[in-house]
């Protein structure tokens, strides 16, 4: 494993800056923690952005045969998807455990302030809490308007539009999260305390 980071180090260093990194968020055993350890790494070896997908069903794939999933406690929703930067609206299956559809927005977000501050993840121990705030909001948003129509969109609401998350929160003010906040922040939320003592460490 060092010999790749040594090697990814020296791509960006001696040959291409633009390095880009593909991952799932929520495989089986990726807890939040392990996906916080996981962006360190990343972001230690130089890496300024990622491309993040969500964890959903392929036909292919072996969460795919009968049972797989119902065995280990899984489901699966149809979710409409907004495209960042275009807008547009796909359909897929996304995977998720039980109660977990806050988390997967929360991680996604941990991916959103990764891009946004190129790799920079020294000060994300004070903004973590609210990163998880916003994802409860927008999970409270979700639900609210897939009782009232019936589909399930993954993305944000603003002014009567569907964004994702990331153009969403660029288009009302991305840097306003950045700074200290008076919003009443949500902190019950798994292995937070390991989160923020880890995240210290590169402060």
Do not use: C
């Amino acid at each position: 494993m060092e010999s790749y980071k040594e090697l990814i180090k020296d791509i960006i260093k001696n040959h291409d800056s633009n390095v880009q990194v593909e991952i799932i968020s929520d495989l089986p055993l990726m807890t939040p923690l392990r996906y916080v350890e996981q962006m360190i790494e990343i972001s230690k070896v130089g890496v300024k952005s990622i491309t993040y997908y969500p964890w959903t069903l392929l036909s292919n794939s072996p969460a795919a045969k009968d049972g797989w999933l119902s065995d280990r406690g899984y489901t699966t929703k149809k979710v409409y998807q907004i495209v960042p930067l275009d807008g547009n609206i796909i359909s897929e299956k996304f995977i998720f455990g039980k109660d977990d559809i806050t988390m997967k927005i929360f991680l996604t977000l941990i991916h959103n302030y990764y891009n946004y501050n190129l790799g920079d993840l020294s000060l994300l121990y004070k903004r973590i809490d609210i990163l998880y705030t916003l994802a409860v909001r927008f999970t409270k948003q979700i639900k609210k308007h897939e009782k009232e129509t019936g589909k399930f969109i993954w993305g944000t609401k603003i002014n009567g539009e569907w964004y994702s998350f990331m153009d969403g929160l660029t288009k009302i003010g991305f840097p306003l999260f950045l700074l200290p906040t008076k919003m009443n922040l949500e902190t019950n939320y798994n292995q937070r305390e390991e989160i923020i003592n880890l995240l210290k460490t590169l402060a």
